[in-house]
């Protein structure tokens, strides 16, 4: 706790002070806005200089780490092959059309039914603006971008005990909350209760900054009228002609407001990798791993399942089948190896690498999630409810609803995204069959959009810990197991080196990926030229 | 989860604060409603070892629980809920005493698996401190 008597404030010091009047969600927000968040480590793309004396390396996966390596590592002179259990480049990095079909673990298939032009990305969706080693690969790929809509002030925050279950919009909960806190500071305030706080000038900085911050009136209130309804709307909007004359908007009761708990939703778009601009790929986040795979297509053999990997003072020899053809288990030779296999599935292959790193791969669990698409007949989310991409989030199992942010204003079918669920209610899901998923999230929808039922047409359900090539979504760190196993993960282990978003500390994210792949060769290139 | 990164935090997205295992927006619970063994099993277990606890082979494999010599210890299964393995994750702090207890007996009891001995809960609570925290 900061000295609150000693003025002038420093910055930890109001920091504290907002974090004990206001609450934590307006001291993120101060902090968020004084630029207190951390960097990416994108140093742009590689320059690997130097003779690499016909080296050759195999790599094991062609999602985003392993194309990421193969592209650089080719660029640079060194003789380069891909091994890929699917047929399809990218990994996570998946988008689902219609025609395409799914065959979870356990067996059951889906066929997608989505109209022309419609998707479901099942792994990633979004890209932060300073995820800048994707972004990269992205123009380098002529990968066309659009904006993705992280925060939409008429999407809904919804929790099943406030309000009767009724959702609320984002903009009335985001500025009545904001409103009420910026009222009771300034309270605070003028009461003088903040005496040795803050010093009288900084007092009436402090009344003017919540004043605007927040929305109040005159006399420092937040309550029905001109300000308020400007952030949170009018009950009528501002008009032409002789029907012009606004009818403020009533703000939701403060008691009823903080005892909803909906203010938890209003800040997802204020942590700094959902903060505006985020981009998306124009037809799919698929369509990355696509790019990558036709620029690579020469060097990646799809339909190989690696069984065994070897290496001794000489190279690397890993042994795959090819799951297509069938027959005896072939083998692939190289002097490197990245290996950019989830380490769900990498704890199961035979691996000569030391203790360490094999204790790195044995402790390393993947986290739940699961993603229903939903096709619906009509846009109804655009059409009855004006809202146009962004996101509505739920306390329901569902978690979230992602509208498209694509195809705005059209009159045929939309696909939401029905569910993007986590934790507990993710292994629940994951416990159902992809018809159960489906009936489900159509009830969680059901109780924030009631057209649901009526306009439902065909949807997709993934689970990740039923994905037959990962099984889990993304490498589950925790402070802990990092402290202990995550050097001795990313090491080079004689000539075997890792790769992959459970190889960085964007897990999860495929900016992790790319980081992981450019730091991972970086390495090994300088062994290289080592000699 | 005990410990989620706040880059975690930042990729689900919602959540504002990081309530102790919270994954998502509004109240995300971190524990578990279910209590029956057959209830767990059904309601969790089965996303990986499947609803007959055959298992399943893709790319890796999940463990059939369906004949499953290991499970003639019943501590041994309960460690490995509580601790995780290799790719199954940790459950033992989102599982009370009673609920491990009580899906390790219905593993133990059912799918071919014919063990009469049970498991309970103060069992469970004395293997915890046995197991380092990673």
Redesign the interface.
Known sequence: MADLSQPPMTRRSLFTLIGTVAG??MM?EAMSSLAYAGESGYAGPPNLTGDVKGASVLILGSGIAGMTAAYELRKAGYKVQILE?QDRPGGRNWSLYGGDTYTE??GATQHVGFDKGHYLNPGPWRLPYHHYGILHYCKLLKVPLEPFI?TNYNAY???T?AFDGKPQRYRHVQADFQGYVAELLAKSTRQSSLDQAVTPEDQAILLDAMRQWGALDKNYEYKMGEASSDRRGYESDPGGGLTSVPTPSQPIGMKDLMKS??????????????QQTLFQPVGGMGMIGKAFGAELKEVIKYNA??IDIRQDAKGVTVSYLDTKTGGPPMQAKADWCICT?PV??L???PITVGAPMQAAI??L????SVKVGLQFKRRFWEQDEDIYGGIT???QPN??IGYPNYNYFSDGKGVILGAY?????A?????MSPEERIANTLEYGSKVHPQYMKEFDNGVAV?W????????CAG???????E?YYDNMCALDGRIMLAGEHAS?????QEGAVLSALDAIRRLHQRVIAG | MLKISTRYLALIGAGLVATAGSAQAQGFRAGYSEQTGEAIYTGICQGCHMPDAKGAQGAGAYPALAGDKRLASSAYAALVVIKGRKAMPAFGGSFSDQQIANVVNYVRSHFGNGYTDTLTPEAVKALRPAIAAP
């Open positions: 934590s969600a993120y259990y673990l356990g992280q925050v919804h929790s005990k708990g909906l203010w938890r939703a209003i800040a997802a778009g204020s942590g700094y990798e959902t399942k690696v296999i769900s599935i704890s199961q292959i044995d402790n669990s993947y986290s739940a989030y739920t306390d978690g979230t669920a986590f934790g507990p209610a292994f629940e899901y994951s416990a689970a810990h039923r994905v037959p090539w990962t099984l889990g589950a760190w925790t402070e802990a197991l990092r202990k500390r964007i897990p999860a994210w």
